[in-house]
């Protein structure tokens, strides 16, 4: 009697088995896994390197300022622009972008003076916050630093997630160079009680090398003390005007792709 129960069972799984199965006797074609529908939207890409896409939103082309204002009151950016770049300035304070963005691709160029004095963090020390969530230093940023021959903690050197996560690797340039940043961010989800859901990611490619490898961030950044998270929708981007004592840096070329 347990041998034809045993029988029976065994004869169950394999006919459930089966019906899941593809039939044998019916040969498999190319056809069977291949998708049509939807059909990926056309994107052009820049004619050179670093050059926006036909779907890219221009943050700065080399004109003027229209797509940023200062952090803090939102009034009109007063960064200087020069020779077709963005100039720093020290004495007016960070600026940030006027649209909101949530996940995107990001691309930005930046150059430490050629003439850079001082060391360690006291060396074209700036940032981008890829979600600003205040006025001041607040947000998730990606240092900006010369890190070329120039020893600093490691999680503050360039392409760092400042306070968190060094780079994979040290890929800067001297100072005087144009230096690229792209960016791929993940914006943190969050549950209606403000609580987290799912962490930020960015991956971070320095001058075309991976720096930062799909990071998951532990928080927003804090100069003291652990990182944090606090509940947020969509956010500018933010560019540091840092208050070392170094000559101050120049931006060009940036802009985004939204991703959502």
């Not at 021959?149 to 780079?167: D, L, M, R």
Request: hydrophobic content about 40%; overall charge negative; charged content about 20%.
């Amino acid at each position: 009697m347990k041998k034809q129960m045993l029988y029976a069972c065994s004869l169950m799984v394999v006919v459930a088995g089966g019906a899941n199965s593809q039939d044998a006797s019916v040969p498999a074609k190319p056809e069977d896994t291949e998708q049509w529908q939807p059909v990926p939207v056309t994107v052009t890409p820049g004619e050179k390197g670093g050059a926006a896409p036909s779907d890219a939103i221009v943050l700065f082309d080399g004109r003027n300022l229209d797509q940023w204002v200062m952090a803090g009151d939102h009034s009109p950016a007063r960064w200087r622009v020069e020779h077709g770049e963005m100039v720093v300035d020290k004495a007016v304070g960070n600026i940030e972008t006027k649209r909101l963005f949530k996940n995107y691709q990001m691309h930005l160029e930046y150059k430490i003076p050629a003439n850079i004095a001082g060391e360690g963090q006291a060396r074209g020390n700036s940032g981008v916050f890829l979600a600003s969530t205040g006025p001041a230093d607040q947000g998730y940023e990606v240092q900006i630093l010369d890190s070329f021959e120039n020893k600093t903690y490691v999680n503050g050197q360039a392409a760092s997630i400042y306070k968190q996560s060094p780079p994979l690797v040290n890929a800067s340039g001297k100072p005087g160079l144009w230096q690229t940043y792209d960016v791929v961010w993940t914006a943190p989800v969050f549950h209606a009680d403000g609580t987290l859901e799912t962490p930020a990611y960015v991956t971070v490619f320095h001058n075309g090398v991976l720096v930062q490898n799909h990071f998951s961030l532990a928080g927003e950044t804090l100069y003291i003390g652990k990182p944090v998270y606090k509940k947020y929708d969509r956010a500018a981007i933010k560019l540091q005007s840092h208050h070392d004592p170094s000559a101050p840096i120049s931006f060009r070329n940036i802009w985004v792709r939204d991703l959502n």
